[in-house]
């Protein structure tokens, strides 16, 4: 089994800033692309940025300039540094990761995690 725990979710001002994290754990063999979601009420979720395994990264339009997405591949963990947040970047952002559970190739899966709050006031 393998689990998804995002964290850094939290309410600042427009123009604040805030780090989310999201740590993967559990039967990992690898973990190839990671990425970032969120979803806003009444919207559907939207990919905000991602990255490879090899720290190859894109960026939703919207966010571009202003956040930043990293990993650290020994621990598992993958970054979204939020600078200039707006209120319309208020939404819950979710990990989603590719995660390779065995040296089989075949043994490939996408695990959501289960999200974390961003609420940004103006």
């Known amino acids: 089994q393998v689990q998804l725990v995002e964290s850094g979710g939290g309410s600042v001002q427009a123009g604040g800033s805030l780090r989310l994290s999201c740590a993967a754990s559990g039967s990992i063999f690898s973990v190839n692309n990671m990425d970032w979601y969120r979803q806003a009420p009444g919207k559907q979720r939207e990919l905000v940025a991602g990255?490879?395994?090899?720290?190859?990264?894109n960026y939703a339009d919207s966010v571009k300039g202003r956040f930043t997405i990293s990993r650290d591949n020994a621990k598992n963990t993958m970054y979204l540094q939020m600078n200039n947040l707006k209120p319309e970047d208020t939404a819950v952002y979710y990990c989603?990761?590719?995660?390779?559970?065995?040296?089989?190739?075949?043994?490939?899966?996408?695990?959501w995690g289960r999200g974390t709050q961003v609420t940004v006031s103006s």
């Open positions: 990255i490879t395994s090899g720290g190859s990264t």
């Open positions: 989603n990761a590719a995660v390779q559970i065995s040296s089989r190739p075949y043994d490939r899966y996408r695990y």
